[in-house]
């Protein structure tokens, strides 16, 4: 399976301004979580930020010692959401790139979406491939326990749902925590960038959402335990712990 993971990062973030660029124990958010993705998942990870903010990102990852050709895509202007910069980002890396031997080839088979605001991943997140055996699913996540995640509002997404998978911020029974990590078939996330945000998705500001005005059944891998995302200024300071 050809898969490639991409963090889609920006500087616009409302809850918390330039989140991806805070600083956890020295380095910015955006290095550790690129870092965790590599340590996670046997396969490419690379960066996808918006193209106005090119020269920004080139210093940021020169200032960690990474080489930005290696690890960044710069996407188009106007994407809604993290899962459109992937998708743009995915059809970018499938062109030809000079001195990328393992870009310019054919498409990828799977395309994951891993939100770069969690500082830490654990290794059992590699799981996200495995409801992709069944041929009815196009888009895989995770989902966890709540840990202690009960009180932190509508920052925590949950799943509900048996057969058709749900998400909501509102505060429900019976639902645990999703993590912020999609893998996606190739032609799925295809359709999802062609498909127009209906009004759930935006009220909720749940990418994942719009899956079902595009046709794509969504499979959740459940595990022990969830992760904590940077999601308000709160978050960084145990973020470090």
Same mark, same amino acid.
């Given at each position: 399976?050809?898969?490639?993971?991409?963090?889609?990062?920006?500087?616009?973030?409302?809850?918390?301004?330039?989140?991806? !660029?805070?600083? *956890?124990?020295?380095?910015? !958010?955006?290095?550790?979580?690129?870092? =965790?993705?590599?340590?996670?998942?046997?396969?490419?990870?690379?960066?996808?930020?918006? !193209? @106005?903010?090119? %020269?920004?990102?080139?210093?940021?990852?020169?200032? /960690? %010692?990474? =080489?930005?050709?290696?690890?960044?895509?710069?996407? @188009?202007?106007?994407?809604?959401?993290?899962?459109?910069?992937?998708?743009?980002?995915?059809?970018?890396?499938? &062109?030809?790139?000079?001195?990328? @031997?393992?870009?310019?080839?054919?498409?990828?088979?799977?395309?994951?979406? /891993?939100?770069?605001?969690?500082?830490?991943?654990?290794?059992?997140? *590699?799981?996200?491939?495995?409801?992709?055996?069944?041929?009815? *699913?196009?888009?895989?996540?995770?989902?966890?326990?709540?840990?202690?995640?009960?009180?932190? &509002?509508?920052?925590?997404?949950?799943?509900?749902?048996?057969?058709?998978?749900?998400?909501?911020?509102? %505060?429900? %029974?019976?639902?645990?925590?999703?993590? &912020?990590?999609?893998?996606?078939?190739?032609?799925?996330?295809?359709?999802?960038?062609?498909?127009?945000?209906?009004?759930?998705?935006?009220?909720?500001?749940?990418?994942?959402?719009?899956?079902?005005?595009?046709?794509?059944?969504?499979?959740?891998?459940? !595990?022990?335990?969830?992760?904590? #995302?940077?999601?308000?200024? &709160?978050?960084?300071?145990? #973020?470090?712990?």
């Amino acid at each position: 399976m050809r898969a490639i993971v991409i963090l889609p990062v920006h500087l616009g973030s409302t809850r918390l301004p330039r989140k991806f !660029l805070q600083e *956890i124990n020295g380095v910015p !958010l955006f290095w550790r979580a690129f870092k =965790e993705a590599e340590r996670v998942f046997p396969c490419p990870v690379m960066l996808a930020a918006p !193209l @106005s903010e090119r %020269d920004q990102w080139l210093a940021a990852a020169r200032d /960690c %010692d990474l =080489e930005p050709e290696q690890c960044f895509v710069f996407t @188009s202007e106007g994407l809604r959401n993290g899962t459109e910069r992937c998708a743009d980002a995915a059809t970018i890396l499938e &062109g030809p790139v000079p001195g990328n @031997s393992w870009l310019g080839q054919p498409p990828y088979e799977v395309v994951v979406n /891993c939100q770069a605001d969690m500082p830490y991943l654990r290794p059992e997140f *590699i799981r996200v491939f495995e409801r992709l055996a069944d041929p009815r *699913i196009e888009m895989a996540t995770l989902a966890g326990d709540w840990g202690d995640r009960r009180n932190d &509002g509508p920052h925590v997404v949950k799943v509900i749902g048996e057969e058709e998978k749900d998400f909501t911020r509102r %505060d429900v %029974d019976e639902a645990a925590v999703h993590i &912020g990590i999609y893998a996606y078939k190739r032609d799925a996330l295809r359709r999802y960038a062609a498909t127009q945000p209906a009004d759930r998705e935006l009220g909720e500001g749940l990418e994942q959402l719009r899956c079902p005005d595009a046709g794509i059944r969504i499979g959740v891998t459940y !595990l022990t335990h969830a992760v904590k #995302a940077i999601d308000v200024p &709160g978050d960084l300071l145990h #973020a470090g712990l």
